[in-house]
């Protein structure tokens, strides 16, 4: 296996058809590496909170 091959970490590679020997690409400008999932912030508004009086 090649340690330099950019392929496993790319989100495209089950769909890219740049070379059927994805195990020999170390460069690629289609290259968009698979992160964490992106939170929507708007997705994660905060319950409105009641205040209480003591």
Do not use: Y
């Not at 170390?26 to 508004?45: A, H, R, T, Y």
């Amino acid at each position: 296996m090649n340690h330099f091959n950019i392929c496993p970490t790319c989100m495209h590679s089950n769909s890219c058809v740049l070379t059927t020997q994805k195990d020999k690409v170390w460069s690629c400008s289609e290259f968009d590496e698979i992160g964490p999932p992106q939170v929507n912030l708007k997705d994660m508004q905060q319950p409105e909170r009641a205040l209480e009086l003591v």
